[in-house]
């Protein structure tokens, strides 16, 4: 009989980035015209814009969506876990990530070196969200953010790979 393993355990984002949780919330991200599915292997170039997520939920309901990069500046050296892409809150439920309030800009993927996970968080917010940007995107921590905002544990996550493409060769 074959057991179900979760790809956020598997891909160590249950862990590393978010502790154990149940999904409440359906989130769907796309790139262009790519849904993302969990582990799927995009390219730089193709994430360069923000991604189209929408979210269920009620109109009533606010969340907030966090996007991080847990292995930089390389998978195998993390000295800057997690590497922050991009905050938004206050977004309404049944919307997507445009409605909400941009607190922290959306920064496309750029690995230097190796297989890099990017990891999208929502979480459902109990009131509004007054958040600032932190003062540098490197070693942002999505627990200690969601601790301080009251966010409590995931209604959802999506993550996805990508790593540096080559240069185009002149010849």
Known sequence: MARFV???VVGRVIGEVVDLFVPS???T?????KDISNGCLLKPSATA???????SGRRNDLYTLIMTDPDAPSPSDPT????L???????PGGTDASKGE???????PRPPVGIHRYVLVLFEQKTRVNAEAPGERANFNTRAFAAAHELGLPTA????????EPANRRR
């Not at 800057?80 to 590497?83: F, G, V």
């Not at 941009?102 to 920064?107: A, G, N």
């Open 80 to 83: 800057m876990r997690e590497y």
């Open 49 to 55: 814009a923000p991604p189209l997520v929408r979210i």
């Open 29 to 33: 991200v796309a790139y262009g015209p």
């Open 102 to 108: 941009e607190v922290v800009e959306y920064m496309g």
């Open 157 to 164: 996550v999506v993550y996805f790979n990508a790593q540096k």
């Open 25 to 27: 919330i359906s989130m």
């Open 85 to 91: 892409h991009w905050i938004v809150t206050n977004i």
């Open 6 to 8: 979760d790809p956020l």
